[in-house]
């Protein structure tokens, strides 16, 4: 079975790839869908023009003809210039196929290591053939000097001296010379006369003969000393010393002979062989573990990089510049220590002076939250934001942990300026609030239109008169005391959609506001008067809507709760849902600052004491995963405000949530007189 082209088994998915960017459309009939080898070979062939022998078609007519192409202007011209130049980069990838990132990372460093092996293996092969060189001539140098100087010898070379007759092989000096080469490990060993003549031989055919090579002249002379040289043997490597006697004439050594050891160069280069092999299985195996370590290597790589290839890489480096330079949120990525490592263009716009990489956060932007959170030491909510100050700016900053699996590897903080997604939030908050209230009273309008419809086909006139003085009395119109007394729109706005959501829900909702500002000193109480808000700093009157809006709907959710559950468990009927709303403002002691204090209370279930003690975290709930955020951000807001509240509940006794706020003197008059006014429809309405 022929493998399918290798070009198609490294880069079909770039492919794919540039001719989806160049408008090119591959046929579902010749797409890799196949699951044989041969048949996915067949249809490369067929439908890309590939040889059987592998080799890529330089026409591109048969690739055209399989492709549905578009061209920008819908021109038949601009269709096939699209589709040539889609067509020139496919046959450029598929005559020129780029290995993988592992591939060629296992490549570089098995090459590196081989490299490396050879390299040191030629370096230790020249050092040890100079070694061995030396090693060998020192030994046969000691045995040289040692055996000249062997009583024997001289008493041999004496006795050759004055005797005429031909050495003999048979000799005591060449029996103990033979047996002396054998146990130390040399080729030959020659003990010779001042005329050259040998008294030893390893052959003894050659003993005596006349000593080849003619290096042996400064032995003769009196020298000891080493040389190469070809003699009987071959080329070998020799050692020479004289064989001296004292001279009893001027006092200096007489020389009868010599001594001549060697070893063939034939014989030290199958040393050096065995050696050789010896370092070189070595560097095999050091070749085997680096070329698996390149390997290993490889596949860290990989893994680190998460299997991307480095176009792949290219791609995703270019899309991440791209998306940080188009985002209008400051983006802020710090490590698991807290230090900052990435800030984009935008982070730098919102932060004067602007933060530096490598600095830590807390250090430049304090009160975000995120060391805390990088400690484990708070958890963080969803989508809540916090308000920071930062070279006189304010700004919204959300925080999220990065983890890949287990492990945390930072965080990221997202930069928005305060007054604009105040505004934005303002816009957004009146149109939820007015589409609560168009709810609420559709869903109302439409109960009374039942019940008015009834009353006419029963012919119930008198009936029909009383409902309709009550819906007129009970009607809560726009110049309810809250649009009235309220001046500001956010905030009444928020407490007639809460009237309309409390009436649907049939719960009494009573707002209560009460002015006790004291004018030089002395408290004032004006009876004529009725007491109202005034409009409010934008972010204050933001933040209160925040603050009502989450304390009322945690008081309404409580008492549904309550309802539902006594249904359950008693016939009796529960007594009557009742939420309670005070505003008031009150003197106090910081100049051109007044106090604020707010309380909601509620008839309603109350919470456990367990509950109780954690119900500031965000999170914490009775009532299910996702919930429990409300008193989270009221804290929030509290506590960046510089104000104080408190939490008061019992178990079947209701809840009291009291807060104080900080806010400016109001520019209009706030006077005394408490002035209730309370949603009582007709709950069967």
């Given at each position: 079975?022929?493998?399918?082209?290798?070009?198609?088994?490294?880069?079909?998915?770039?492919?794919?790839?540039?001719?989806?960017?160049?408008?090119?459309?591959?046929?579902?009939?010749?797409?890799?869908?196949?699951?044989?080898?041969?048949?996915?070979?067949?249809?490369?062939?067929?439908?890309?023009?590939?040889?059987?022998?592998?080799?890529?078609?330089?026409?591109?007519?048969?690739?055209?003809?399989?492709?549905?192409?578009?061209?920008?202007?819908?021109?038949?011209?601009?269709?096939?210039?699209?589709?040539?130049?889609?067509?020139?980069?496919?046959?450029?990838?598929?005559?020129?196929?780029?290995?993988?990132?592992?591939?060629?990372?296992?490549?570089?460093?098995?090459?590196?290591?081989?490299?490396?092996?050879?390299?040191?293996?030629?370096?230790?092969?020249?050092?040890?053939?100079?070694?061995?060189?030396?090693?060998?001539?020192?030994?046969?140098?000691?045995?040289?000097?040692?055996?000249?100087?062997?009583?024997?010898?001289?008493?041999?070379?004496?006795?050759?001296?004055?005797?005429?007759?031909?050495?003999?092989?048979?000799?005591?000096?060449?029996?103990?010379?033979?047996?002396?080469?054998?146990?130390?490990?040399?080729?030959?060993?020659?003990?010779?006369?001042?005329?050259?003549?040998?008294?030893?031989?390893?052959?003894?055919?050659?003993?005596?003969?006349?000593?080849?090579?003619?290096?042996?002249?400064?032995?003769?002379?009196?020298?000891?000393?080493?040389?190469?040289?070809?003699?009987?043997?071959?080329?070998?490597?020799?050692?020479?010393?004289?064989?001296?006697?004292?001279?009893?004439?001027?006092?200096?050594?007489?020389?009868?002979?010599?001594?001549?050891?060697?070893?063939?160069?034939?014989?030290?280069?199958?040393?050096?062989?065995?050696?050789?092999?010896?370092?070189?299985?070595?560097?095999?195996?050091?070749?085997?573990?680096?070329?698996?370590?390149?390997?290993?290597?490889?596949?860290?790589?990989?893994?680190?990089?998460?299997?991307?290839?480095?176009?792949?890489?290219?791609?995703?480096?270019?899309?991440?510049?791209?998306?940080?330079?188009?985002?209008?949120?400051?983006?802020?990525?710090?490590?698991?220590?807290?230090?900052?490592?990435?800030?984009?263009?935008?982070?730098?716009?919102?932060?004067?002076?602007?933060?530096?990489?490598?600095?830590?956060?807390?250090?430049?932007?304090?009160?975000?939250?995120?060391?805390?959170?990088?400690?484990?030491?708070?958890?963080?909510?969803?989508?809540?934001?916090?308000?920071?100050?930062?070279?006189?700016?304010?700004?919204?900053?959300?925080?999220?942990?990065?983890?890949?699996?287990?492990?945390?590897?930072?965080?990221?903080?997202?930069?928005?300026?305060?007054?604009?997604?105040?505004?934005?939030?303002?816009?957004?908050?009146?149109?939820?609030?007015?589409?609560?209230?168009?709810?609420?009273?559709?869903?109302?309008?439409?109960?009374?239109?039942?019940?008015?419809?009834?009353?006419?086909?029963?012919?119930?006139?008198?009936?029909?008169?009383?409902?309709?003085?009550?819906?007129?009395?009970?009607?809560?119109?726009?110049?309810?005391?809250?649009?009235?007394?309220?001046?500001?729109?956010?905030?009444?706005?928020?407490?007639?959609?809460?009237?309309?959501?409390?009436?649907?829900?049939?719960?009494?909702?009573?707002?209560?506001?009460?002015?006790?500002?004291?004018?030089?000193?002395?408290?004032?109480?004006?009876?004529?008067?009725?007491?109202?808000?005034?409009?409010?700093?934008?972010?204050?009157?933001?933040?209160?809507?925040?603050?009502?809006?989450?304390?009322?709907?945690?008081?309404?959710?409580?008492?549904?709760?309550?309802?539902?559950?006594?249904?359950?468990?008693?016939?009796?009927?529960?007594?009557?849902?009742?939420?309670?709303?005070?505003?008031?403002?009150?003197?106090?002691?910081?100049?051109?600052?007044?106090?604020?204090?707010?309380?909601?209370?509620?008839?309603?279930?109350g919470m456990p004491p367990a509950l109780l003690e954690r119900a500031r975290e965000a999170g914490v709930s009775s009532r299910g995963e996702?919930?429990?955020?409300?008193?989270?951000?009221?804290?929030?807001?509290?506590?960046?405000?510089?104000?104080?509240?408190?939490?008061?509940?019992?178990?079947?006794?209701?809840?009291?949530?009291?807060?104080?706020?900080?806010?400016?003197?109001?520019?209009?008059?706030?006077?005394?007189?408490?002035?209730?006014?309370?949603?009582?429809?007709?709950?069967?309405?």
């Amino acid at each position: 079975m022929r493998a399918p082209h290798p070009a198609w088994t490294c880069r079909r998915t770039y492919c794919y790839a540039v001719m989806r960017r160049r408008g090119i459309t591959i046929r579902k009939d010749i797409r890799l869908s196949c699951h044989s080898a041969r048949e996915t070979e067949t249809r490369h062939r067929r439908a890309y023009g590939v040889r059987p022998e592998g080799q890529v078609l330089r026409t591109k007519k048969s690739l055209l003809k399989l492709m549905k192409v578009r061209g920008d202007d819908g021109s038949r011209r601009g269709e096939i210039d699209h589709a040539t130049k889609g067509a020139n980069e496919l046959l450029d990838v598929l005559r020129h196929p780029q290995p993988s990132l592992s591939t060629l990372t296992s490549l570089l460093a098995a090459s590196m290591v081989i490299v490396s092996l050879v390299v040191a293996a030629w370096l230790f092969s020249a050092q040890l053939e100079r070694t061995q060189h030396d090693i060998q001539g020192q030994r046969i140098a000691a045995l040289t000097q040692h055996i000249a100087r062997l009583p024997e010898v001289r008493a041999a070379l004496m006795a050759s001296d004055s005797s005429t007759a031909r050495p003999s092989a048979a000799s005591p000096l060449a029996n103990n010379i033979e047996r002396l080469r054998r146990e130390n490990g040399v080729d030959f060993i020659v003990v010779m006369r001042p005329d050259g003549l040998r008294l030893s031989h390893p052959d003894p055919a050659r003993i005596g003969q006349s000593f080849q090579g003619g290096d042996e002249r400064q032995a003769l002379a009196g020298a000891t000393y080493l040389s190469e040289s070809r003699g009987s043997l071959g080329e070998s490597l020799r050692s020479f010393a004289p064989v001296t006697l004292p001279s009893i004439a001027d006092g200096k050594p007489a020389v009868i002979g010599a001594v001549a050891i060697g070893i063939t160069l034939e014989s030290l280069g199958r040393r050096l062989a065995s050696e050789k092999r010896q370092l070189l299985l070595g560097l095999g195996v050091l070749m085997l573990f680096g070329t698996l370590g390149a390997l290993g290597l490889a596949r860290y790589l990989r893994r680190q990089l998460k299997g991307l290839e480095p176009v792949a890489i290219a791609r995703l480096v270019e899309e991440h510049q791209a998306v940080l330079a188009s985002l209008e949120e400051g983006i802020i990525v710090v490590d698991p220590t807290g230090r900052i490592t990435l800030i984009n263009a935008a982070a730098h716009g919102l932060l004067v002076p602007p933060l530096a990489l490598g600095e830590m956060l807390d250090d430049g932007l304090p009160g975000t939250g995120m060391t805390e959170q990088l400690a484990g030491q708070s958890v963080a909510v969803p989508d809540a934001a916090r308000r920071v100050s930062h070279g006189g700016q304010r700004l919204l900053v959300r925080c999220q942990l990065v983890r890949d699996g287990e492990q945390l590897m930072g965080g990221v903080l997202v930069l928005r300026e305060h007054d604009r997604m105040q505004r934005l939030a303002e816009e957004l908050t009146g149109v939820r609030r007015q589409a609560e209230a168009l709810r609420a009273s559709r869903h109302e309008f439409r109960n009374r239109l039942h019940v008015l419809s009834g009353l006419t086909y029963m012919g119930d006139l008198v009936g029909l008169r009383e409902y309709l003085a009550v819906l007129v009395e009970h009607e809560l119109p726009a110049d309810t005391p809250a649009a009235e007394q309220i001046a500001d729109p956010l905030l009444a706005g928020l407490l007639i959609g809460k009237h309309s959501e409390a009436r649907e829900r049939s719960i009494i909702l009573t707002v209560e506001l009460e002015s006790a500002l004291e004018t030089e000193g002395e408290r004032t109480h004006e009876t004529n008067a009725t007491p109202h808000l005034p409009v409010l700093e934008s972010s204050l009157s933001h933040d209160l809507v925040s603050v009502i809006g989450n304390l009322l709907d945690n008081a309404f959710e409580a008492l549904e709760s309550e309802r539902g559950g006594a249904c359950k468990d008693t016939q009796e009927a529960p007594s009557s849902p009742r939420v309670t709303l005070s505003l008031m403002l009150e003197s106090s002691t910081a100049p051109a600052e007044v106090q604020l204090l707010i309380s909601v209370a509620d008839n309603g279930p109350g919470m456990p004491p367990a509950l109780l003690e954690r119900a500031r975290e965000a999170g914490v709930s009775s009532r299910g995963e996702g919930r429990g955020l409300g008193l989270a951000l009221v804290h929030d807001i509290v506590t960046t405000r510089g104000g104080e509240w408190h939490l008061y509940s019992l178990p079947g006794g209701g809840t009291l949530v009291e807060l104080a706020l900080p806010c400016p003197q109001p520019s209009c008059p706030l006077l005394s007189e408490s002035q209730r006014f309370s949603d009582q429809s007709d709950l069967g309405a």
